[in-house]
Structures are given as C-alpha cells and as structure tokens.
T-cell receptor, first 109, second 116 residues
Framework: EDQVTQSPEALRLQEGESSSLNCSYT??????LFWYRQDPGKGPEFLFT???AGEEKEKERLKATLTKKESFLHITAPKPEDSATYLC??????????FGGGTRVLVKP | NAGVMQNPRHLVRRRGQEARLRCSPM?????VYWYRQLPEEGLKFMVY????????ESGMPKERFSAEFPKEGPSILRIQQVVRGDSAAYFC??????????????FGEGSRLTVL
C-alpha cells in the first residue's frame, strides 16, 4: 500500500524566515509526486508535479525538489499570504492520488 | 471556464437520514474522483468514476455509501442512514486524464456534511 508522510505537522514562521517541508513516500513505481496548497474552507489548489529524482520546480517563493524517497517544498522569504496547509500526494500504479496528512504553515508578520 | 462545481457547500443531516452530494467536473473532463477529509486529517480516496462506470471504489465503505456518474448530469455521492462519524468535508476532483495516468487533479470547494 502506498504511504505518504509529511513533516512537520505544523510550522510557525516569521515573515522572511525561510524553511522546508518534507514529504517522504513509500510506493511501488512512482508515476508522479504532487504538491497542493489548501486554504481553510477551500479545496486543494495544485502547485507542482515532479516525475523523476533530481527534478525541481519553482513558483514564486516556492521550490519543490524530488529524490527517490522524499520531496521537499522550500519556502523562501515567506509572506503572511503563504500561510496555508501544504499537501503532498503520490501517484503510483493505481487509479488515484494518495495524500499525506499535510503541513500547516503559519507565517506571522 | 468554470472549475469543479460542488453542491451543496454545507449540509446538515440527522442520524439516519440520507445525504446526496453533487459534483460537476470541469468542462472537458470525464474522470471524477471523490475524497473525504476528516477534521485535522488528510484527504482519503473514496472512488474514481468515468461516465457511467465505477473504475475504482477501493476507498469506499462497503455499506451505506454509493457513487454514480451518469451519462448526463453531475456525479452523485450518496450516503444512506448517516451516522455522526460521516461528518466530514467531501471533495470532488476531476481530471482530463490524458497520458494514461491520473495526472493533476482539479478540486472543487468541497461539501461539508454535519450529522447531528
């Protein structure tokens, strides 16, 4: 069974304080690793897809990287509007994405 | 270009009643996924449907839950005889599923079910 574990569960940052979120996974045959952002009361919003170890993607202050066992979401110089829950998901051989529990990020001004 | 539309956004039911949640996928998408999110937990897969077919229902509880995606109209997730443990946010997602895999999922805003 595919497993996805995200850490930490929660992260409190000062504005401008860079940090990284971890997503470790156990799957047989990774097809893709996905990062989503979810605001309270909203549906998840797609951020990135990574397909192979060594791949990196960037969007504004966010950068996602992938190794054979884990992915990192780096938040550089975060702003309060980056406060959200960040979800990691994997696609393996099945017909679905398997999600981790998420990391709740709070950026204080 | 409308996104994934879910309704109702909020639904309150008493124990033993039925809940029906509806989902219209993005235009051009014929693949629909339902996920459940319990408070303070991650998204759990329930079912994957194409038009008129259930492809994978491995995450669906065996009793009281059913899903359909008819040729015409929205996908429906139906929960019969609801219990308090069914209280959760139910998210629908759609995908064009080009390239053979699941690919990027586009999520709706969710339907929040409260069972009294």
């Amino acid at each position: 069974e595919d497993q996805v574990t995200q850490s930490p569960e929660a992260l409190r940052l000062q504005e401008g304080e860079s940090s990284s979120l971890n997503c470790s996974y156990t799957v047989s045959g990774l097809r893709g690793l996905f990062w989503y952002r979810q605001d309270p009361g909203k549906g998840p919003e797609f951020l990135f897809t990574l397909y192979s170890a060594g791949e990196e993607k960037e969007k504004e202050r966010l950068k996602a990287t992938l190794t054979k066992k884990e992915s990192f979401l780096h938040i550089t110089a975060p702003k309060p509007e980056d406060s959200a829950t960040y979800l990691c998901a994997v696609e393996a051989a099945g017909n679905k994405l398997t999600f981790g529990g998420g990391t709740r990020v709070l950026v204080k001004p | 270009n409308a996104g994934v539309m879910q309704n109702p956004r909020h639904l309150v039911r008493r124990r033993g009643q039925e809940a029906r949640l509806r989902c219209s996928p993005m235009k051009g998408h014929s693949h629909v996924y339902w996920y459940r999110q319990l408070p303070e937990e991650g998204l759990k897969f329930m079912v994957y449907l194409q038009k008129e077919n259930i492809i994978d229902e491995s995450g669906m509880p065996k009793e009281r839950f059913s899903a359909e995606f008819p040729k015409e109209g929205p996908s429906i997730l139906r929960i019969q005889q609801v219990v308090r443990g069914d209280s959760a946010a139910y998210f629908c997602a759609s995908s064009p599923r080009t390239g053979g895999g699941t690919g990027e999922l586009f999520f709706g805003e969710g339907s929040r079910l409260t069972v009294l």
